[in-house]
């Protein structure tokens, strides 16, 4: 992916719809670029719950494949003085605080429903991470309510449990205060 032709699309678009930035910089992550960006003003460019943002990074996404010539539009995640990377630690945060019900309990359990990029960030992690190895994941629903379940993978035993082995009801359950989850934005 040309860097450099995505630095000078962001540029021009930021200043375009005058939102203040000083810099911007850009890494590889795990299959998509990750554009960090620096500004004295963030809240105006990340906009209530994120949605300048997401505007942002939606017409970035269509543009660079309309110049690039490209037949899908690329994966790309803007970041505002860390505000996204918050977001994705909240999420692994929230599945690693879930994981420990599943154990005890040996139901599966789902997270509030999420975009598609935080579902994303919550199978990877449970995936990658040592500690939740006993676990796996899968999403359930559709559109708005589309949700990442956790639960035991097969053969793994259960540390605590209902004593009727019964699954608890509904998988998806209004957000607990513990989740904080509510403002996800991608």
Request: aromatic share 4%.
């Amino acid at each position: 992916m040309n860097q450099t032709l995505i630095k000078e699309i962001l540029e021009g678009l930021l200043t375009r719809l005058n939102l203040p930035f000083d810099s911007i910089s850009m890494s590889e992550g795990d299959g998509f670029q990750r554009i960090d960006i620096v500004s004295s003003i963030p809240s105006k460019l990340i906009g209530w719950h994120g949605e300048t943002l997401n505007s942002v990074q939606h017409l970035l996404k269509a543009i660079v494949r309309s110049k690039d010539g490209a037949e899908a539009s690329p994966f790309l995640v803007l970041d505002v003085d860390g505000y996204r990377r918050d977001q994705e630690e909240k999420v692994r945060k929230a599945a690693e605080r879930k994981a420990e019900f599943v154990r005890k309990t040996g139901n599966r359990v789902a997270l509030q429903p999420m975009s598609p990029y935080f579902r994303r960030v919550v199978h990877l992690h449970v995936a990658s991470h040592p500690d939740l190895q006993d676990l796996t994941t899968m999403s359930t629903g559709q559109g708005d309510y589309r949700q990442v379940v956790l639960q035991l993978k097969e053969g793994v035993a259960v540390t605590g449990g209902r004593p009727d082995g019964e699954e608890l009801s509904p998988v998806m359950a209004a957000p607990s205060e513990d989740d904080d989850l509510g403002n996800l934005d991608v």
